[in-house]
């Protein structure tokens, strides 16, 4: 079974930094890509990143040149680095295993992908 779980989230202020962690277990992460989705209250859940198994990567517009994710396989865990962070990055973001790492988010999520609890990661002064 594929489970993952995110943790590093909490409270920011705006142009602060902030980095995401996803523990990967009872499977061998090499092999898969993962993604990040957030979603915010009232609004529809958005795909941010996600990275293949060679760590090829692909970003949301809003988040390019901010976040950055990476993998580390050896640890089993990917991370999404988050910089100059804006209110409106405040959502609650899940770590999703069995993506299909395409160019645009909207091809990301499957049937077969499994999905992590979520971390909420609040940007406020």
């Known amino acids: 079974q594929l489970h993952v779980v995110e943790s590093g989230g909490g409270l920011v202020q705006p142009g602060g930094s902030m980095r995401l962690s996803c523990a990967a277990s009872?499977?061998?992460?090499?092999?898969?890509?993962l993604a990040w989705f957030r979603q915010a209250p009232g609004k529809e859940r958005e795909g941010v990143s996600c990275?293949?198994?060679?760590?090829?990567?692909n970003y949301v517009d809003s988040v390019k040149g901010r976040f950055t994710i990476s993998r580390d396989n050896p640890k089993a865990t990917v991370y999404l680095q988050m910089n100059d962070l804006k209110p409106e990055d405040t959502a609650v973001y899940y770590c999703v295993v069995n993506v299909e790492c395409m160019p645009s988010p909207q091809y990301w999520n499957n049937p077969d992908a499994s999905w992590g609890q979520g971390t909420q990661v609040t940007v406020s002064s």
């Open positions: 009872g499977f061998t992460l090499d092999y898969y890509a």
């Open positions: 990275i293949n198994s060679r760590a090829g990567t």
